[in-house]
């Protein structure tokens, strides 16, 4: 991230004078995170038909993404299809080799861990997929699938890897009696309890949770995120929680990064996102939540095309082909994703940029009735 101010998470550029500028009801700033993810990148080559020649084109799915998570916090991950999510999911439990960046996890950097401290690490990070019917291996019987985890770990004996089994099965809301039976056997919502008792298994401190329950009823939705909020309090587990809108994170998140074309483009905490979103992409995706009073409409913001090819995004303000309040400088200069108010940080040359923009503005001068600070919906 370019502006420093972002990096100065935590505990470890937070000086006394500086801590009452971060105090906020949510986010404790003065805590050490146990998730510090910085300026990481992937980039993946796009093969030619010619296998011997080197790639010349690269998918920038993931590109200069940085955020920190504090233990016992959620922190949502939103953007629409292809924006990059599951990408940064992925490089965060290295499934993936990043492009650059680092990924801090207690404060110790991923990257630089021999294999048996990584396999450690491995422990405390766990996945939770959006498909409840692909993620789980349909010869195992849901005992074998829950116990898979710590027989790889080589966790306690068989009597006692059973009785631990027979005791998340009765954590996530399934009866022992299930333990034999297959996956098949369950609906959409029971397989997803099955999926969250196995990440359960290795006792972690994270939980990335990819989409875990945009595949699931409306209905079973809710007892699923309810499940996931339970747990978190009772086992004080971290989350990053990914969906690509954002009606389902107000419930269980408390700070919401959102992103776009491989980049953040705001991240607040959930009141000040909901209430005062400032980038004019978060404030369509908001549009599109349902406010459940019928006298208190939200007028829908409907972007025009389809988000852009992250292998030659667009110059400028990635946003800006889509943008609504586009201005000259947004085709020239990429935004610099900055904090504009205490704990909220948003990449717009116009919003939440106060005298600074209307300066641009001015410079700019396009005459444009755009207000300074775009405001909340
Ligand atoms: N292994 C890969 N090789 C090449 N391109 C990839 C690879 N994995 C992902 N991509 C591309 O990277 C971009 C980001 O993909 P990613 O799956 O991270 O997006 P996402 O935000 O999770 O989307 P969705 O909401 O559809 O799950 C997409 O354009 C995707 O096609
Ligand atoms: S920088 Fe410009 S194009 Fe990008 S979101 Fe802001 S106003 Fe729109
Ligand atoms: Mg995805």
């Known amino acids: 991230m370019s502006d420093p101010a972002i990096s100065a998470t935590g505990t470890k550029k937070v000086t006394c004078r500086e801590k009452g500028r971060f105090e906020s009801d949510t986010v404790d700033y003065t805590a050490s995170p146990l998730l510090d993810v910085r300026e990481l990148k992937k980039h993946f080559p796009v093969r030619t038909k010619d296998l011997f020649r080197p790639a010349r084109d690269f998918v920038r799915a993931v590109d200069g993404v ?39 996890f207690e404060g110790r950097s991923l990257g630089r861990l021999g294999p048996e401290m990584m396999r450690q690490a491995r422990k405390q990070m766990q996945m939770i997929f959006q498909d409840p019917y692909a993620s789980l291996n349909p010869r195992l019987t849901v005992e074998e699938i829950i116990a898979e985890p710590l027989q790889i770990f080589h966790v306690g004996s068989p009597v006692e890897r059973s009785r631990k089994v027979s005791r998340l099965l009765d954590i996530v809301g399934l009866a022992s009696r299930h333990a034999k039976r297959y996956p098949h056997e369950f609906s959409g919502g029971q397989r997803q309890r099955i999926g969250i008792a196995r990440a359960l298994a290795l006792n972690p401190k994270l939980i990335i949770g990819d989409e875990p329950v945009s595949a699931l009823d409306v209905s079973i939705q809710a007892q699923v995120l309810n499940l996931l909020k339970d747990l978190q309090e009772e086992f004080g587990l971290t989350y990053l ?17 959102v992103m776009y074309l491989g980049i953040i483009v705001e991240m607040a905490d959930k009141e000040t996102l909901f209430r005062h979103p400032l980038h004019p992409y978060t404030q369509a995706l908001l549009s599109a939540v349902p406010v459940p009073d019928p006298d208190c409409r939200r007028e829908r913001i409907i972007l025009p095309g389809d988000i852009p090819s992250p292998v030659n995004p667009p110059a400028g303000c990635r946003f800006h082909p889509r943008c609504q309040v586009c201005r000259e400088v947004c085709r020239r200069e990429a935004p610099v994703f900055r904090e504009v108010k205490p704990g909220h940080y948003v990449a717009c040359h116009i919003r939440g940029q106060g005298s600074e923009a209307r300066g641009r503005k001015e410079e700019v001068g396009d005459g444009g009735q755009e207000t300074v600070d775009g405001g909340g919906t």
Do not use: M, Q
């Open 241 to 257: 929680f990914i969906a690509h809108d954002l009606s389902v994170v107000e419930f269980v998140s408390d700070r919401v990064a």
């Open 66 to 104: 940085s955020f920190f998570i504090n233990p016992g916090e959620t922190l949502a991950l939103v953007g629409e299809s292809g924006s990059g999510k599951s990408t940064t999911a992925r490089l965060i439990l290295r499934l993936l080799e990043p492009t650059a960046g680092e990924i801090l």
